[in-house]
């Protein structure tokens, strides 16, 4: 079998046994929204190759039966195996709470990367995981054998916070109102997700409490150094499918001219992260890797916007954005995608 050596920016070797060199990919968990989403990626990145899909309970069952907007772009099947031998790296694509208890009942090779997409590992504690948001830590996820991918809310609201922390602007209490699709609920229908009572519905769910808060602080207080002010989130369900478009207020007294020459310059080298200096819309970036983010000022209230597709940014697209930062891979390849504005 072929080898090619990628080399990461750290300058270590990583090899990929693949087709044609090409990173060996395991999937768990792979019949859900993210596990679709991410099967729907990797089948267009030209530096992957998914080797396994696991999912007991569809087992045998071809993929696109489930994920059927696949129909037509690949013949592979769901499997109850999970050969980590032969992988670069897994892709955990379970419900929060159930990587560490996997971890616990299985071993993976120490070689084999793992990407978690689940709340698990984000908090700093007793694990190496890193905190997989390359807008501050790429350095890091470079390095890393183990990364926590960040949850949609919180990588919406972040890109809004952090180049506002940077700037050291968040001395008082800030209020944060984030609407997210139906798909951020999972694939498994619910009281709050199907048709009937989603449609032409608006509610609020786990405000002020919603576990995201705790990452969001997280970051915050390694960009700023500190935290005192509250992050005050009220989260709604919203009446459609993807995306993620959050409104944040922040009390300072900082030109508004200030504010956004330092969210530029925060996200000058940011490959998906982008400033507006229009007023963004949700359909800019349904279906992309990109987060946009606008600032305006009223008397001494800071108004800033941000959206991402929970499903892909917010999920798929930033774990696979990790993956290729973490083996020196262009970390925009299989992600240059069109939102689907009309």
């Known amino acids: 079998?072929?080898?090619?050596?990628?080399?990461?920016?750290?300058?270590?070797?990583?090899l990929?046994?693949?087709?044609g060199g090409r990173l060996r990919v395991g999937i768990l968990g792979a019949a859900g929204y993210t596990g679709g989403e991410l099967i729907r990626v990797l089948l267009n990145h030209p530096e992957a190759e998914i080797v396994f899909a696991n999912s007991e309970s569809n087992a045998g069952n071809l993929v696109s039966d489930v994920h059927e907007g696949l129909i037509g772009d690949t013949d592979l099947k769901f499997t109850d195996e999970m050969p980590f031998d032969k992988v670069d790296v897994v892709f955990f694509c379970f419900g929060h709470g159930k990587s560490e208890q996997f971890?616990?009942?299985?071993?993976?090779?120490?070689?084999?990367?793992?990407?978690?997409?689940a709340q698990d590992f984000r908090i700093k504690g007793d694990h190496d995981y890193v905190y997989g948001l390359p807008e501050i830590n790429?350095?890091?996820?470079?390095?890393?054998?183990?990364?926590?991918?960040?949850?949609?809310?919180?990588?919406?609201?972040?890109?809004?916070?952090?180049?506002?922390?940077?700037?050291?602007?968040?001395?008082?209490d800030v209020a944060v109102n984030a609407i997210t699709g139906s798909t951020g609920a999972g694939q498994k229908p619910g009281a709050t997700t199907h048709f009937s009572w989603r449609n032409n519905n608006l509610s609020?769910?786990?405000?002020?409490?919603?576990?995201?808060?705790?990452?969001?602080?997280?970051?915050?207080k390694q960009v700023q150094g500190y935290l005192d002010a509250d992050i005050d989130f009220i989260p709604y369900r919203g009446d459609f499918a993807r995306g993620i478009f959050c409104s944040a207020v922040i009390k300072t007294p900082a030109l508004v001219e200030d504010v956004i020459e330092g969210y530029k310059d925060f996200?000058?080298?940011?490959?998906?992260?982008?400033y507006s200096d229009k007023p963004i819309d949700l359909k800019q970036?349904?279906?992309?890797?990109?987060?946009?983010?606008?600032?305006?000022?009223?008397?001494n209230k800071l108004l800033v916007t941000s959206a991402i597709d929970n499903l892909l940014k917010?999920?798929?697209?930033?774990a696979v954005q990790n993956m290729n930062i973490m083996f020196g891979i262009d970390e925009t390849t299989g992600l240059r995608l069109k939102a689907s504005a009309f």
Not at 148 to 162: S, W, Y
Not at 205 to 219: G, L, N, T
């Open 1 to 14: 079998m072929n080898k090619t050596i990628y080399v990461s920016n750290n300058n270590t070797p990583l």
């Open 314 to 318: 917010g999920a798929v697209g930033q």
């Open 285 to 299: 970036v349904v279906n992309t890797n990109k987060a946009l983010v606008h600032v305006e000022k009223y008397g």
């Open 267 to 274: 996200y000058a080298d940011a490959a998906f992260t982008h």
């Open 103 to 117: 971890l616990k009942e299985h071993t993976i090779p120490e070689n084999v990367k793992i990407i978690d997409l």
């Open 16 to 19: 990929s046994g693949g087709v």
């Open 204 to 220: 609020i769910y786990k405000p002020f409490q919603h576990q995201h808060i705790a990452e969001i602080r997280q970051s915050i």
């Open 138 to 172: 790429k350095e890091d996820i470079a390095q890393a054998q183990h990364v926590a991918n960040p949850g949609c809310f919180a990588t919406c609201i972040q890109v809004a916070l952090l180049p506002a922390a940077n700037l050291n602007l968040l001395k008082e």
